[in-house]
């Protein structure tokens, strides 16, 4: 039942854009495969083989960790609604963190909020549909603002101290480059 094209097409972004939750799956060559939930206002679709998400600052760093090893990553997004399917594009991506060559450039879509950790920017080399029969329906009544009001108190040198923490290695140990560039 499932279909695979070579890049995004007009009904696949609509349906991106109309989804509340996106999730993100990354692996290095070795250790644990990785499977992030994302929401907020965090993605956009840059062209039919393009898509940049906004990583907020949140408990681990495996993605950006796992990019430095190995460039390959998954988005998927699940209909929870009447029309069910399931959206899975496949590809390669690099993290820009802030302080990088292109941060200003990249951030800009979303104005560079607090606590954005990194940009992930992916180039898309294949997209598949499939139905979605099993997932079950669920509202979302509304967005959560935890991580803002989380955020704010940190302030900029919280946020800092907590990437020193908790963000500069994967689970496994790996470094995941959020350190490099501090400005």
Same mark, same amino acid.
């Given at each position: 039942?499932?279909?695979?094209?070579?890049?995004?097409?007009?009904?696949?972004?609509?349906?991106?854009?109309?989804?509340?939750?996106?999730?993100?799956?990354?692996?290095?060559?070795?250790?644990?495969?990785?499977?992030?939930?994302?929401?907020?206002?965090?993605?956009?679709?840059?062209?039919?083989?393009?898509?940049?998400?906004?990583?907020?600052?949140?408990?681990?760093?495996?993605?950006?960790?796992?990019?430095?090893?190995?460039?390959?990553?998954?988005?998927?997004?699940?209909?929870?609604?009447?029309?069910?399917?399931?959206?899975?594009?496949?590809?390669?991506?690099?993290?820009?963190?802030?302080?990088?060559?292109?941060?200003?450039?990249?951030?800009?879509?979303?104005?560079?909020?607090?606590?954005?950790?990194?940009?992930?920017?992916?180039?898309?080399?294949?997209?598949?549909?499939?139905?979605?029969?099993?997932?079950?329906?669920?509202?979302?009544?509304?967005?959560? !603002?935890?991580?803002?009001?989380? %955020?704010? =108190?940190?302030? /900029?040198? +919280? @946020?800092? *101290?907590? #990437? !020193?923490?908790?963000?500069?290695? %994967?689970? =496994?140990?790996? /470094?995941? +480059? @959020?350190? *490099?560039? #501090?400005?």
């Amino acid at each position: 039942m499932a279909t695979q094209y070579p890049r995004l097409e007009e009904a696949h972004v609509a349906f991106i854009e109309a989804q509340h939750i996106y999730f993100t799956g990354s692996a290095a060559p070795d250790g644990r495969v990785n499977v992030s939930p994302k929401g907020m206002d965090s993605l956009r679709v840059l062209g039919p083989d393009r898509i940049a998400w906004l990583n907020y600052t949140g408990s681990g760093n495996e993605t950006a960790g796992h990019l430095l090893q190995s460039p390959r990553v998954t988005l998927m997004w699940c209909s929870f609604t009447l029309k069910p399917l399931i959206l899975r594009a496949y590809g390669t991506a690099r993290a820009i963190h802030r302080g990088d060559a292109g941060w200003t450039e990249a951030v800009a879509p979303w104005g560079d909020p607090a606590g954005a950790r990194q940009v992930f920017d992916m180039a898309v080399e294949m997209v598949q549909t499939s139905c979605g029969y099993a997932v079950p329906f669920f509202d979302n009544p509304r967005e959560r !603002d935890t991580l803002a009001r989380w %955020t704010a =108190d940190k302030g /900029p040198d +919280g @946020i800092r *101290a907590y #990437w !020193d923490e908790k963000n500069t290695r %994967t689970i =496994d140990g790996a /470094p995941t +480059g @959020i350190e *490099a560039n #501090w400005t």
